[in-house]
């Protein structure tokens, strides 16, 4: 739908209606998912269930043991799928003024209210992409919702880097657009896990999809 369109104007035309439209006219390179992000209550707990439950191991951490005083962040993988669960610490405790979460943009509130408000959910959809900061400006330029301009993280020990931005995709999700060379398990900041391999054959994403309470307005 165009910037300033009018939901109210469209209409669900059934499957036996549809025509896909579909020109190739990416306007900036896209190549894969790179990972769904969780928001809960627990992650310790709830990134241990998930890997049990679909046979991937935990192969970065963002806690406290890694000077990660505001949230706790776990990623479990299996092929090229990544999952990253995500948790705030209580807001009353005592913060040193570094005490801040690798991904950049994170407020431990918000989280904490997100999680009241919809349990565990998924609060972004990373996507790799060329350039995260071009693929920021050409979406705010085309009618996206700007969350968090491009932010470049860079390893201290490899001094490689990711670059991260964020647009609004649908209620309190965003769309996380990753680029770089990084290697490291996630996002430079967390530390790489040893684990078993416990897969179970996933491989890579497909598709996602995100319930909406109203469907054209969402579109």
């Given at each position: 739908?165009?910037?300033?369109?009018?939901?109210n104007?469209?209409?669900?035309?059934?499957?036996?209606n549809?025509?896909?439209?579909?020109?190739?006219?990416d306007?900036?390179?896209?190549?894969?998912?790179?990972h769904?992000?969780?928001?809960?209550?627990?992650a310790?707990?709830?990134?241990?269930r998930?890997?049990?439950?679909l046979?991937?191991?935990?192969?970065?951490k963002?806690?406290?043991s890694t000077?990660?005083?505001?949230?706790?962040?776990?990623?479990?993988?299996?092929?090229?799928?990544?999952?990253?669960?995500?948790?705030?610490?209580?807001?009353?405790?005592?913060?040193?003024?570094?005490?801040?979460?690798?991904i950049?943009?994170?407020?431990?509130?918000?989280?904490?209210?997100?999680v009241?408000?919809?349990?565990?959910?998924?609060?972004a959809v990373?996507?790799?992409?060329?350039?995260?900061?071009a693929?920021y400006?050409?979406?705010?330029?085309n009618?996206?919702?700007?969350v968090?301009?491009?932010?470049?993280?860079?390893?201290?020990?490899?001094?490689k880097?990711?670059?991260?931005s964020?647009?609004?995709?649908?209620?309190?999700?965003?769309i996380?657009?990753?680029?770089?060379?990084?290697?490291?398990?996630?996002?430079?900041?967390?530390?790489?896990?040893?684990?078993?391999?416990?897969?179970i054959g996933?491989?890579?994403?497909?598709?996602?999809v995100?319930?909406?309470?109203?469907?054209l307005?969402?579109?």
């Amino acid at each position: 739908m165009a910037p300033g369109a009018d939901a109210n104007n469209m209409k669900l035309v059934g499957c036996k209606n549809f025509v896909r439209h579909n020109p190739m006219t990416d306007r900036f390179d896209v190549h894969k998912f790179h990972h769904i992000e969780f928001y809960c209550a627990d992650a310790t707990n709830v990134a241990r269930r998930f890997a049990w439950g679909l046979g991937m191991g935990q192969i970065g951490k963002s806690d406290q043991s890694t000077g990660n005083h505001v949230s706790a962040s776990y990623v479990i993988q299996s092929g090229e799928v990544k999952l990253v669960f995500t948790a705030p610490y209580a807001l009353e405790t005592e913060k040193a003024p570094d005490a801040v979460s690798p991904i950049p943009g994170y407020d431990p509130e918000f989280a904490q209210k997100f999680v009241m408000k919809h349990g565990l959910a998924v609060r972004a959809v990373g996507i790799l992409v060329g350039d995260a900061k071009a693929a920021y400006e050409s979406s705010v330029q085309n009618g996206g919702v700007g969350v968090l301009k491009p932010h470049t993280l860079t390893d201290k020990e490899s001094g490689k880097t990711t670059t991260v931005s964020e647009v609004k995709l649908y209620g309190d999700v965003v769309i996380r657009w990753v680029s770089g060379d990084f290697e490291g398990p996630f996002v430079p900041g967390y530390e790489k896990c040893e684990c078993p391999d416990v897969s179970i054959g996933i491989q890579r994403l497909d598709h996602c999809v995100g319930n909406v309470p109203k469907l054209l307005d969402a579109v």
